[in-house]
């Protein structure tokens, strides 16, 4: 990341390192990491992002509608969009997961779905205790209860995620400045499926 670059250039850059230490995570653990296309227990959420998270969305959704690419986006969209309503007392789903429990915005996923599975540490008291699942020196660590159940994760598979929420902020914090926007702001993915497909 460069302090010369936009910050949305550099907010993708943050995002390609958090694929890069997931992969090898996945690489290294594969026998302990359950996470797989199909898998949406963490996408059971009405999700809200930051301002530079929603505008990476926002500019993918604008570019995917005006080439029509992949062409199925509008109509499994639509499908899903017409079915999230159908059931008032199930779970809130992730307005961009399909009927097949497909991520419909993948490459420009938010941060916390890109980190999802991985064994995450925090400040000791940033958790509530029922999710923590390992105590380090430097902190506590999540998982996802589907992953590391024979074997704790070693160190260096674990991702700071405080800082990665440290680094989002400040870049959201450029973002937000440059664009006139109060950096406290969140926007909801509902909102930016809504304004993608009126």
Known sequence: MSALASPLADYVALTAKVDAFADAVSARCASQISCRSGCAGCCQVDLTVSSIEAASIAEHLRATRAAAEPPALGAEAAATFCAEDATADALPRCVFL?????????????????????????????????????????????????????????????LDAERVDQILALLNLRYCREHGIDPEQRVSLRALRDSAYP
């Open 98 to 158: 399909s009927a097949a429990d497909a991520c419909l915005i993948y490459p420009v996923r938010p941060l916390v779905c890109r980190s999802q599975g991985l064994p995450l540490r925090y400040p000791s008291d940033f958790l509530p205790e029922a999710a923590v699942r390992l105590r380090v020196r430097s902190g506590a660590v999540t998982i996802c209860p589907l992953n590391f159940v024979d074997a704790q994760p070693s160190p260096h598979d674990v």
